[in-house]
């Protein structure tokens, strides 16, 4: 229930445990030492992979975060790492001095000089907690399956609520907001604000589907690198489709639809970057730096273009 809970956005920062050491089974001085993150989700997943292995469990404090996020934020990190095999005192613990990271946890873990700090080293581990007993068995040698990540339909699926939720959360806020306006344009006739709104539900709607479920869903087949490219392809289909079947009636109106949407979904597609292996932490803030400013530039001016509509009525 946690778990699906957190899929839906529901107490995601909270579901986390304590940082420190922990045991599967009964592990002995010669055991192997796991690191992974303190977001529960990822806890849960490492443990279920080495239920049938008597080793220990190294958990960093990384703010109720994924090991790959983590890595790229900084809070799976050398300084965590190294203060974490102090605090838990794991030299009086192990004999050896040999600790098993994820593979996606590289970004953010500098090996030497964790070597450097501590004397442990750092070996990474396969990217799927699942393949460690194979790896373990393989005298820690991962295969090329073992190593790459792939990032198909059914785990881009599993994250769409995730950019779902927060979507509706920000679209019923502008909706209420531009619902106002709507009653104050129609001298506060229910039946004539509704028929204003008509537009701006469209655009709203339109857009929450477009960047945040199908730019997801479809990302590989979706032109260009920058996922707010991707976005912005997506919105603009998805403004053609409103533009013919929704009430959009003059060219005004028509023209609000086709810069607000695509705007909108690229803005929201761009979010997805935290949920992609396909992204990079410099490749995100690069793409930011451009996409960001049109965003807001084309959410603004199809604001502004329905304005115009409402006030010339």
Known sequence: ??????????????????????????????????????????????RKAVASIDGWVLVLDTLGINVWCAAGKGTFGTDELVDRIQSSRLTDIVNHRKLILPQLAGPGVAGHEVKKRSGFQVIYGPVKAEDIPEFLEKCLYAEERMRTKEFGFPERLALVPMEVVPAVKAGLFAAAALLVLCFLFAGFSISEALGYFAIPAEAIVASILAGAVLAPLLLPWLPGRAFSVKGTVIGILAALFVISFGHASSLLEKTVLLVSIPAMSAYLAMNFTGSSTFASLSGVRKEMRFALPLEIAGASLGLLLWLIARSGR
Do not use: C
């Open 1 to 46: 229930m946690g778990a699906f809970k957190v899929r839906w956005g529901i107490g995601r920062m909270k579901y986390r445990i304590d940082a420190g050491l922990y045991a599967t089974g009964e592990p002995t001085a010669e055991s192997p030492v796991f690191v992974t993150a303190n977001y529960k989700l990822t806890f849960d997943l490492l």
